[in-house]
């Protein structure tokens, strides 16, 4: 992780604008200034640029899922703790924030932030557990990692199952969230793009001398790849055994 030093405060008087970007299964070593980049055959310059014009933080240590880490990056708590009751063990693992877990977004919504959450959530499905539940102004993306959304147009599933698809969520603070458009094939190849959009859209609307912001922006994307090398690797496998 690194910050711009613009986006650190000198003092106690001064409230910095925050803009944290989370990408599911977004290797360490992927980007240049942690020793990948050019040497992955990528370069990262933009990505870098943050690090070489602030500083960085090298030692956050995470859980072998993605779920439990985004709890503890909200709640600065371990992430098995904000999966318990008050009373009983622990839940399951895709439960989520209890509602009693003070969040980053809480704190700061109390002392006079506007928040906004863009993309994947993956911390409570339930109602009363979604983003705007949890201390954000507003929320668009998907309630759920990509890897437990159906896939629509596949032909595996048949259409009269019963399945709910995942859709697209949008949400305002003490509004029941909505559902939209089915997060399929075509939605995936541009849900980065519209996270993004949405979140320079709030930035370029809270960003007045007096106002401070908390933006989430979380990439689903990257994880899509390793689903698109698994379906290259089948075929692959398919064209090269005998016809039964």
Known sequence: MSLPLTAVATDSTQKPNIV??????????????????????????????????????TNFNVEAECTPSRAALMT????????????????????????????????????????????????GDA????????????WYGIPNSSDQAFWPDSDSFQKDAGVEFTRIMTSKRNEKPKKGEVYG?????????????HALD??????????????????????????RILTSRVKQAMAVLPMC
């Open 76 to 123: 600065g708590r371990y992430g098995i703790r904000t999966r318990q009751q008050p009373e009983g063990p622990p839940r399951g693992i895709w439960y989520g924030i209890t509602p009693w877990e003070i969040t980053l977004a809480e704190m700061l919504s109390d002392t006079g932030y506007a928040t906004g959450m863009f993309g994947k959530w993956h911390l």
């Open 202 to 227: 709030f930035i370029s609307a809270k960003r007045k001398p007096s106002n401070h912001f908390l933006l989430i922006c979380r990439i689903p994307r990257p994880m899509s790849r390793l689903m």
């Open 185 to 197: 094939r075509a939605k995936r190849a541009t849900i980065d793009r519209e996270i993004t959009d």
């Open 20 to 57: 944290l970007v989370v990408m599911d299964n977004f290797g360490y070593g992927e980007i240049g200034v942690y020793g990948g980049g050019v040497l992955r055959g990528a370069p990262t310059p933009n990505i870098d640029s943050i690090a070489t014009e602030g500083f960085q933080l």
């Open 127 to 138: 109602e009363g557990r979604y983003p705007t539940d949890q201390g954000f102004d507003e």
